[in-house]
């Protein structure tokens, strides 16, 4: 093989290896259990969510799967944080926040409402869902909630995780919720 042939091969081969690199990166799911909808009602009804006896809610470990905890960098907002704030720009300091909260429940209940909707581009995504909750503390009243949430997700080695978080809450009678939770249950 002469000297041209040689540099021409291994431009073919170096463009090739360059090109099955490309590919290679790992697209996230559009549709089904992996795709950001999906994980959003996941996010809400297992992640959040609290049964009597429940081992001890530790964020690092049960909701890792949605968020990027290697580089926890995003937007978090949430007008139910407990404590001084609201607004966080890491997602490990967001969700240990509600580590105290979690431990001082006896259960925290979820059911899904209307406007679910999502918008997905090839590496990011918006999810929005309605939903209700009963926080049942382990002393005190019982605190009833209907919410509206958005998160923003971004495909990070083939999964969908959460970058941004809005989530709007406000008190409600636990009469007013009652029929999320009965069509819950009755598979509805």
């Known amino acids: 093989m002469n000297y041209l042939a040689t540099t021409l091969s291994l431009v073919l081969c170096s463009a090739l290896v360059a ?7 790992k697209s996230c799911a559009q549709t089904g259990a992996n795709a950001p ?7 809400i009804m ?4 609290k049964r009597k006896n429940d081992a001890e809610f530790v964020f690092a470990k049960k ?5 990027d905890l ?4 995003g937007i978090f907002w949430d007008n139910f944080a407990p404590g001084k704030t609201q607004l966080f720009d890491n997602a490990s300091v967001y969700g240990a926040n509600w580590e105290g909260l979690q431990a001082n ?3 925290v209940r979820h059911a899904l409402t209307e406007g679910h909707s999502e918008l997905i581009g090839d590496k ?10 009963t926080l049942t503390p382990k002393s005190g009243d019982v605190i009833a909630f209907n919410a509206r ?9 083939g999964e969908w995780k959460i970058r941004q978080e809005l989530n709007y809450a406000w008190v409600v009678k636990p009469e007013d919720i009652a029929s999320y939770y009965q069509a819950m249950e009755e598979g509805k």
């Open 46 to 49: 297992e992640g959040w969510e």
């Open 63 to 67: 909701m890792a799967r949605y968020y």
């Open 37 to 43: 909808l999906a994980l959003h009602k996941h996010w």
């Open 124 to 133: 990011v995504a918006s999810t929005t869902l309605g939903f209700v909750g």
């Open 149 to 157: 949430s958005q998160l923003g997700w971004q495909c990070i080695a």
């Open 105 to 107: 429940a006896e259960s």
């Open 70 to 73: 290697n580089n926890p960098a």
């Open 19 to 25: 090109g099955g690199v490309q590919a290679a990166e």
